[in-house]
């Protein structure tokens, strides 16, 4: 027992020993200087450059779909090409419109019946409407008749007086059942007549909804601008997914009422969309000049200013320590015929002119803890300082909390001395340098 704790006495004092050899090397190494690459901290007049990314968009665009017409599918008779330059009022789109001038036809027909019948039911009801009078006439006058006979009831048998009061409410009974019948007529001849109406009515509304699908069927461009056709989701059935290709539709296609076929871009008024970092964010305001290069474009320059610089940041959900990144828009100063959406470019926006500012090279600056330090050569070793970045502009840093001419380290001298003593317990020496 005695044995194994004084093997782990033993054993304990060696690791702490390797230990203690190590980062004495590790400290001497600092203390040589480790072959650290360094640079000199310069004050001077610094135009601030955010450097970026971005890609022209259309500050206007109209979408051209299938019009919301019931009925089945719509078939494409004709289509603008893809970059068309069309003017508004150019004919875009345009569907078969067959079953709408059936439908037409159709409801053309039925509102002609309707009137028919309407004139019909009119008719009747006037020749009923006559017949009615002439027998509330003759009824009534059958009622006066009676009642003069039995006002001489006095005078005759009182057999014949039975039989004339007989006769009279016989003849009154015979006239309330016509005047019956006559209120039935009148309520049966209306009944009809808004029967027809209605039909008159649905069939003038179906025809000036057909003639409505017609004109729909024929698409015009709503402004001046560049067609861009869609991709056809309708040949999948409906579904797609994310990076998924789909064939332009085209002249004879069968599309769903509603689905976006085209788009008509404005190309006079083009603007770059870009994203710039957090540390730019704070450096960028509207009305700066940006200095434009169009990939597509190289032989040409382009200017702008900053339009609107966004507010809330962006990132992606899933990485915590991605970079936070702004939205930023710019204006060209002028159009060009030749620049269309979507093409990528190179973007210099030219920000504030900062006197005797003082900065270093950005990558002589690290991020340790959160906090951006500096490594500043002091008596034959490197110490460790924080510094506070005012701004970063085309690789170089613009620091406050340094003094000029201060010489700093470009690479980490603490992981150059790890590196260094690695190598010589391995018994072999570090690569080279980083310059």
């Not at 004050?43 to 089945?72: C, E, F, H």
């Not at 019909?120 to 006037?126: F, I, L, P, V, W």
């Not at 002439?134 to 009831?153: C, D, F, G, I, W």
């Not at 309520?187 to 009515?201: D, G």
Request: aromatic share 4%.
């Amino acid at each position: 027992m005695n044995g194994r704790i004084t093997q782990t006495g033993t054993l304990l004092s060696l690791l702490i020993l390797a230990g203690s050899v190590v980062a004495c090397r590790q400290a001497s190494a600092l203390a040589g200087e480790l072959d650290v690459p360094t640079t000199t901290v310069k004050q001077a007049d610094v135009q601030l450059k955010t450097l970026t990314t971005g890609a022209l968009r259309s500050k206007d665009s109209r979408v051209i779909a299938a019009p919301p017409i019931a009925g089945g599918t719509l078939q494409i008779v004709k289509l603008a090409r893809f970059g068309a330059q069309v003017h508004k009022g150019d004919v875009v789109l345009e569907f078969d419109p067959s079953q709408q001038e059936y439908n037409l036809a159709q409801n053309r027909s039925d509102l002609l019946q309707a009137e028919q019948e309407i004139a019909k039911a009119k008719a009747d009801a006037a020749v009923q409407t006559g017949e009615d009078q002439t027998a509330l006439l003759k009824a009534k006058y059958t009622v006066r008749q009676a009642e003069l006979e039995v006002s001489k009831n006095e005078l005759v048998s009182k057999i014949d007086a039975q039989k004339n009061v007989l006769a009279l409410d016989e003849a009154k009974r015979a006239l309330a059942q016509l005047e019956q019948d006559i209120h039935s007529h009148s309520a049966s001849n209306k009944a009809a007549l808004a029967i027809s109406e209605e039909k008159r009515h649905k069939a003038r509304l179906a025809m000036d909804q057909a003639e409505e699908n017609i004109k729909k069927m024929r698409i015009t461009a709503p402004i001046d601008g560049l067609v861009v056709i869609h991709g056809n989701r309708d040949s999948t059935g409906g579904w797609f997914f994310d990076g998924m290709t789909l064939p332009d539709y085209h002249v004879g296609d069968q599309v769903n009422p509603g689905s976006p076929i085209a788009e008509v871009i404005d190309v006079s008024h083009l603007e770059v969309y870009a994203q710039v970092g957090e540390s730019d964010h704070s450096n960028l305001k509207p009305g700066e000049p940006v200095d434009i290069q169009v990939n597509a474009l190289p032989g040409d320059r382009f200017t702008g200013k900053v339009e609107t610089v966004g507010g809330a940041t962006s990132h992606e959900f899933w990485d915590d320590n991605a970079q936070r990144k702004f939205d930023v828009t710019i204006l060209l100063d002028k159009p060009d015929a030749r620049l269309r959406p979507g093409f990528a470019a190179e973007l210099g926006i030219r920000g504030d002119q900062l006197s005797n500012a003082v900065s270093i090279p950005s990558e002589a600056v690290f991020d340790r803890g959160g906090k951006k330090i500096v490594y500043c050569k002091q008596h034959g070793s490197f110490q460790a300082q924080q510094v506070k970045v005012r701004a970063l502009s085309e690789g170089r840093a613009v620091l406050e909390g340094i003094q000029p001419g201060t010489v700093v380290a470009l690479v980490n001298p603490e992981t150059r001395a790890s590196e260094k003593a690695k190598a010589s317990d391995a018994g072999t020496s570090p690569g080279p340098s980083v310059k």
